[in-house]
């Protein structure tokens, strides 16, 4: 079975700030990964998407980045946190056939900017 | 672009209360269509998902089928109990390979016993 984890569970940090967070899979091999930010009781944004090690694509521009270093692991950054930054951030991973298919989400790691 | 509408914001039910929550969606080619669940502080749980008109979702006693023609996919559960109250999204996704979903904004729903 597939496992998804996120790190951290929960993170306070000040506006300027860097930031790492991370999302490893266990038990899928080249999986699509994602990123996904949701303010609190909003709905769920797209950030990135990664269909291959090393390649990530940006959907929206929020002043973060993200890499794929393995292809279990998908890690989202800035070196600069802002305010709006404060949210709840979401790992995906879907299989690697297409878009159409459903996406598993992690348990999310919730970050408030101070 | 894709969009995904929620008519209903907020929900609020007895328990054994028939629930139904709209999903309309718009888009350029033939989605599929899933439903999602969000318990406080979770991650959002797969629910079920149709890929074709007049295909029929269903878990857990939650179901919907897919409707081209109305361009819907409304989630009906019968009988709820108090451990369905959460955040439920409608999302849908295309053929553009590798691009996520999109989501409607959800609806919370409050079940009371």
């Known amino acids: 079975a597939q496992t998804i984890h996120q790190w951290p569970v929960a993170e306070i940090k000040a506006v300027g700030s860097p930031l790492s967070l991370g999302c490893t899979i266990k038990?899928?091999?080249?999986?699509?990964l994602y990123w996904y930010w949701q303010a609190t009781g909003g709905t769920l944004q797209q950030l990135f998407y990664s269909i291959t090690v090393g390649q990530v694509e940006s959907v929206v521009q929020l002043n973060l980045s993200a890499s794929r270093p393995k292809d279990d692991q998908f890690i989202l950054s800035t070196e600069k946190l802002l305010l709006s930054h404060s949210g709840f951030y979401l790992c995906?991973?879907?299989?690697?056939?297409?878009?159409?298919?459903?996406?598993?989400f992690g348990p999310g790691t919730r970050l408030l900017v101070l | 672009g894709d969009s995904v509408t929620q008519t209903e914001g907020q929900v609020a039910l007895s328990e054994e209360d028939f629930l139904t929550i709209h999903c309309n969606y718009s888009a350029s080619g033939y989605p599929a269509l899933f439903w999602y669940v969000q318990y406080p502080g979770e991650g959002p749980q797969f629910l079920f998902r149709a890929s074709r008109d007049k295909e029929k979702g269903s878990s857990r006693g939650f179901e919907a089928t897919y409707d081209k023609g109305t361009t819907s996919f409304h989630l009906r559960k019968a009988s709820v109990q108090e451990s369905d109250s959460a955040v439920y999204y409608c999302?849908?996704?295309?053929?553009?390979?590798?691009?996520?979903?999109?989501f409607g904004l959800g609806t919370r729903v409050s079940v009371f016993p």
């Open positions: 999302a849908l996704g295309e053929d553009n390979y590798a691009q996520g979903l999109t």
């Open positions: 038990g899928k091999s080249s999986p699509n």
């Open positions: 995906a991973w879907s299989p690697p056939w297409g878009g159409k298919d459903t996406q598993y």
